[in-house]
C-alpha cells in the first residue's frame, strides 16, 4: 500500500481505486522521489503529499530537478532557475539556450527504427511513421523554412488536422525557432483569420479538405480566402489529404520533406517563443497566449513524463483537433520517447464507441478524451472493454469538462468487469498554461468525482473574496507561485494589460484562473465550473458542472445549459436550457423530474426557474458550453459585444437567447415580467 495513502478511516469514504504496489513501484514518480531525495535534497518519505509539498516550497530547487532528471541539454546553461518568483513576470532559467525540437527527436539517435508516430483516421488503419522517418522530414522541412527566409521568432501557422504532418511541421518550425500557432480545418475562413491575422505568419500549411463523419470536406476556397487574407506569407506549403494538386504558387508537402538535410537546431533562449494558442474568443477576438519554449519542454516533460507515467514502450493516445491545447500536449509526449497516436476523424464514427476501437487498434496504453465523449458512451449502452481488447490501457483520462461521478463509477466498472485494473484521470488546466493544475498521479488512489492531487510544481489554492484559504469549501482556483508554462505575455500586447487583466486582477500578484473548486482535507480537487458562471442563489454557490452531472442523468436529456442572470432589480434568473434525446417531449412530467432530481441531489435552491427546449447546446469550437456569452446575452449586453460569433459552433443557436432577452426587457418594460 502507498505510504502517502493509509486505510480508510471509518468516517471517509472509501476510493474508487487504489494503485497495486506493483504499479506505486514501477512508476516514474516514485523513481524520481527516491532520485530527488538523493540528488536534491527531497523528502524521501512521505509519498506523493510530501513531494508535492517540497516542489511549491522549494521551488528552484524542484524545477532543476526536474531538468536533471529529465537530462534537458542546454546549449548555454542558466544562470539561475528563478531570480524573482514575482508574479507576473516571473522569468525562468535565465541565460539558458536550448530548442524543443531537438529534445522531442532524441529517441531518434537511439530507437530509430521504432514508432514515433501512428496516425489512424476513420478507416481505423494504423499508419506508423518511425523515428528516423520523423527526423528526416523535419530535418528536410526545417531546412526548407530556411531557404524561405524564416528566421527565429517569425510565425508559421498551420491550417491542418491531426496527422503527421501537422507534427513534422511544427518540430521544423521549432527546429528553426519560429513561431508555430495551428486552427484545426473545421474552423471557418472568419475563425481562423481572427487567430491568424493578430500575428502576422510568414509561411501557411494547409490542407485541401479533411475527412469527418464519413464524409470529404473540401476547404479550397477557405484557403483560398485564407491566402489573400494573410498578406505577409512568404510562402504556402499544401498537404493534398483528399489529393487534389497544389494551388498556383504553393509548395507541395512532399518536395518540401524530401531530401537528406542534416538535422539543424537553432539554441534559443529558454524563453523564446514556442507557440500561440487562443483563448476561445466568445467575447471578442481570441487573446494570443504565448508559451516559452523552455517552459513548456519543463511542464510538459513533468506532467507527462511523472504524472501520465508514459515512456518508452507507452502508446499515448488522446482525442484531440489542431485547434485545441491538447494536441500540443499530445505531441509532447515525443519528449518522454513516447509513441504519439493521432487519430483524424469523428470521435462517433461510424458509432459511439469509434475512440475504444482505436485505442485497441494501435495498443493505446494512455487512452485519453473528454468527460463529454465517456458520458455519450454511458447513455449509448457502450460496452469498452467487454467488446474491444483494451489490455494495454493503464489509464483513462479525461479533460474538456469536469467527469461527474457516474462516469467515474461506469468506467471503472466496465474494465473490472472485463478483470482489468484501470487507473481513471479526471484533469484539469488550461489553454492558459497548457497544462494541468490538478489530476493524474499514478500512486494514488481515486475518489469518485474528485481530481486525485495537485500537480507537482503547482501552488494551488481555493480562497475566498479576501484571499484566506478554504478547505472543503468552494473557493477561486488560484496559483501563487509561478509556473514555467505561463504565458510569456499575449501577443500585441506590448505593456501586458491585457495580461495582467486575464488573470492578476482580482489578487494582485496571484494568478486567478476563473474556476470554482474545492479542496478537500485529503489533498483532492473537485472542479465546479467556471467562476464567472457560477450559480449564486441566495449566497448559496453551486457549479454549472454539478447541474449537468444530476440533470443529464435522465436518459431524456441529451445536453444542457443552466445560466445565472442577475437581473437589474435585483432579482436573479435561473433557466435551464435542455437539448432533448430523439423522440422525447418536455412536459410537465419531465420538468417535475428534472425539478426534483436537482432538488433531492443539489439543493432546493438551485432548482431552475424556467426549463427551456432547445434544439441544441452551443459550443466554442473547442466543445466547451457557450455559458458566460449566453448569460451576457440574456443580461441584454448586444451580440457584437456579448459573443464573437467566429468562435461558435453553431452561431444561429445564439438566435433563441437574443430573442428570449428581447422579451424579457420587453415585458419588463410593460410591467409583465
Given at each position: ?5 493509509p ?5 471517509e469514504p472509501?476510493p474508487?481505486?487504489?494503485?497495486a504496489?506493483e504499479?506505486?513501484a514501477a512508476?516514474?514518480?516514485t523513481?524520481?522521489?527516491r532520485?530527488?531525495?538523493?540528488h ?6 512521505g ?10 516550497e522549494?521551488?528552484?530547487t524542484?524545477?532543476?530537478?526536474v531538468?536533471?532528471?529529465?537530462d534537458v ?5 542558466y544562470?539561475?532557475v528563478l531570480p ?9 532559467f535565465?541565460g539558458?539556450?536550448?530548442n524543443?525540437a531537438?529534445?522531442?527527436l532524441?529517441?531518434a ?10 496516425h489512424v483516421d476513420?478507416?481505423h488503419e494504423?499508419?506508423e511513421?518511425?523515428w528516423?522517418e520523423l527526423r528526416d ?20 501557422c498551420?491550417?491542418?488536422?491531426n496527422?503527421?504532418q ?6 521544423a ?6 513561431v508555430w500557432t ?8 472568419r475563425?481562423v483569420?481572427?487567430?491568424?491575422q493578430q500575428?502576422e505568419?510568414v509561411?501557411l500549411?494547409t490542407?485541401?479538405g ?9 476547404r ?7 491566402r ?9 506549403v499544401?498537404v493534398p489529404?483528399?489529393?487534389t494538386p497544389a494551388?498556383d504558387?504553393?509548395?507541395d ?8 538535410a542534416?538535422?539543424e537546431?537553432?539554441?534559443?533562449p529558454?524563453?523564446?517563443?514556442l507557440?500561440?494558442l487562443?483563448?476561445?474568443g466568445?467575447?471578442g477576438?481570441?487573446?494570443?497566449i504565448?508559451?516559452s519554449?523552455?517552459g ?6 513533468k ?10 514502450g ?9 485547434g485545441?491545447m491538447?494536441?500540443n ?5 515525443l519528449?518522454?520517447g513516447?509513441?504519439v497516436?493521432?487519430y ?7 458509432d459511439?464507441?469509434?475512440q475504444?476501437?482505436v485505442a485497441?487498434?494501435v495498443?493505446a496504453t ?12 454511458r447513455k449509448?449502452?457502450?460496452h ?5 481488447d ?5 489509464c483513462v483520462a479525461t ?13 471503472h466498472?466496465?474494465f ?5 485494473d484501470?487507473?481513471?484521470a ?13 489530476g493524474?498521479v499514478?500512486t494514488l488512489?481515486?475518489?469518485?468525482g ?11 489554492r481555493?480562497w ?6 478554504l478547505?472543503d469549501?468552494?473557493g477561486?482556483l488560484?496559483?501563487?507561485?509561478p509556473?514555467p508554462?505561463m ?7 506590448p505593456?501586458?494589460s491585457?495580461?495582467?487583466?486575464a488573470y492578476f486582477?482580482?489578487y494582485?500578484?496571484?494568478w486567478?484562473?476563473?474556476d470554482w473548486i474545492?479542496l478537500t ?6 472542479v465546479h465550473?467556471?467562476?464567472d458562471s457560477?450559480l449564486?442563489?441566495q449566497?448559496?454557490?453551486m ?6 452531472e444530476?440533470?443529464e442523468?435522465?436518459p431524456e436529456i ?6 445565472g442572470?442577475e437581473e437589474?432589480?435585483g432579482?436573479?434568473w435561473m433557466?435551464l436550457?435542455?437539448h432533448?434525446a430523439?423522440?422525447?417531449?418536455l412536459?410537465?412530467?419531465l420538468r ?7 432538488r433531492?441531489?443539489l439543493?432546493?435552491?438551485h ?6 427546449e ?10 466547451k458550453?457557450?455559458e ?8 441584454g449586453?448586444?451580440?457584437a459585444?456579448a ?6 459552433d453553431?452561431p444561429e443557436?445564439l438566435d433563441?437567447y ?8 420587453a415585458?419588463?418594460?410593460?410591467g409583465t415580467?
Open positions: 500500500m502507498n505510504p502517502a495513502t486505510a480508510t478511516p471509518a468516517d472509501a474508487l481505486w487504489r494503485p504496489a504499479r506505486i512508476a516514474r514518480i523513481h524520481f522521489q532520485w530527488a531525495a538523493e536534491h535534497g527531497a523528502p524521501a518519505d509519498g506523493y503529499p510530501a513531494l508535492h509539498t517540497w516542489s511549491v522549494s521551488l528552484e524542484f524545477w532543476r530537478a531538468a536533471d532528471y529529465f541539454q542546454f546549449t548555454t546553461p544562470e539561475r524573482d518568483p514575482a508574479m507576473p513576470g516571473a522569468h525562468w535565465t539558458a539556450t536550448l524543443y531537438e529534445h522531442a532524441r529517441a539517435d537511439t530507437r530509430p527504427g521504432e514508432t514515433a508516430l501512428v476513420e478507416t494504423p499508419a511513421t518511425s528516423a522530414q523535419v530535418a528536410a522541412l526545417a531546412a526548407h523554412l530556411r531557404d524561405l527566409g524564416v528566421t527565429p521568432g517569425d510565425r508559421v498551420a491550417y491542418l488536422p496527422i503527421p501537422a507534427v513534422v511541421a511544427f518540430l518550425s521549432a527546429a528553426v525557432g519560429a495551428s486552427c484545426a480545418p473545421d474552423f471557418g475562413a475563425a483569420l481572427d487567430r491568424f500575428v505568419p509561411v500549411f490542407v485541401d479533411y475527412r469527418y463523419g464519413g464524409k470529404q470536406h473540401d479550397a476556397d477557405t484557403v483560398a480566402e485564407l489573400a487574407g494573410l498578406p505577409g506569407l512568404r510562402g504556402t499544401h489529404l483528399l489529393g494551388p504558387g504553393a509548395h508537402w512532399s518536395a518540401v520533406t524530401r531530401g537528406d542534416t538535422p537546431y537553432t539554441p534559443l529558454f524563453e523564446h517563443p507557440w500561440i487562443y483563448s476561445s466568445t467575447t477576438l481570441p487573446k494570443a504565448v508559451q519554449q523552455g513548456i519542454l519543463l511542464e510538459h516533460l506532467q507527462i513524463g511523472l504524472h501520465c507515467d508514459l515512456g518508452p507507452d502508446r499515448f493516445f488522446w482525442y484531440t483537433s489542431t485545441w491538447m494536441w500536449y499530445l505531441v509532447s509526449g519528449l518522454t513516447t509513441t497516436v493521432l483524424d476523424g469523428s470521435p462517433g464514427h461510424p459511439t464507441g469509434a475504444w476501437r485497441e487498434r495498443g494512455f487512452f485519453g478524451t473528454s468527460a463529454a465523449y465517456v458520458m455519450a458512451c449509448a449502452g457502450v469498452p472493454a467487454r467488446d474491444h483494451l489490455s494495454r490501457v493503464g479533460t474538456g469538462s469536469p467527469l461527474p461521478p457516474d462516469g467515474f463509477r461506469w468506467l466498472d466496465e473490472a468487469d472485463a478483470g482489468h484501470l487507473w481513471i479526471s484533469v484539469s488546466g488550461g489553454t492558459d498554461v497548457c497544462s494541468c493544475f490538478a493524474a499514478p488512489p481515486v475518489h469518485i474528485e481530481l486525485q492531487a495537485l500537480c507537482l510544481g503547482t501552488d494551488l481555493a475566498d473574496e479576501a484571499g484566506h484559504d478547505v469549501e468552494v477561486e488560484v496559483v501563487t507561485r509556473m508554462s504565458p510569456t505575455g499575449f501577443w500585441n500586447d505593456d501586458d491585457r495580461y495582467r487583466a486582477d482580482t494582485p500578484g496571484v486567478r484562473h476563473g474545492t482535507h485529503r489533498g483532492t480537487v473537485v465550473g467556471r467562476s457560477t449564486n442563489r449566497g448559496v454557490r457549479g454549472s458542472a454539478d447541474i449537468y444530476a440533470v442523468r435522465l441529451r445536453e444542457s445549459l443552466v445560466i442572470v437589474p432589480d432579482g436573479y433557466p436550457f435542455v432533448l430523439d423522440g422525447t417531449a412536459d410537465d412530467e417535475n423530474r428534472i425539478k426534483t432530481t436537482i433531492a441531489r439543493s432546493p435552491r432548482v431552475p426557474d424556467d426549463i427551456v432547445i434544439p441544441a447546446v452551443p459550443h466554442t469550437l473547442t466543445g458550453r457557450l458566460v456569452p449566453v448569460k451576457r446575452l440574456l443580461q449586453e448586444s451580440p459585444k459573443v464573437n460569433p467566429g468562435s461558435v453553431r443557436l433563441h437574443i430573442r428570449l432577452a428581447a422579451e424579457r426587457r415585458n419588463r418594460e410593460h415580467g
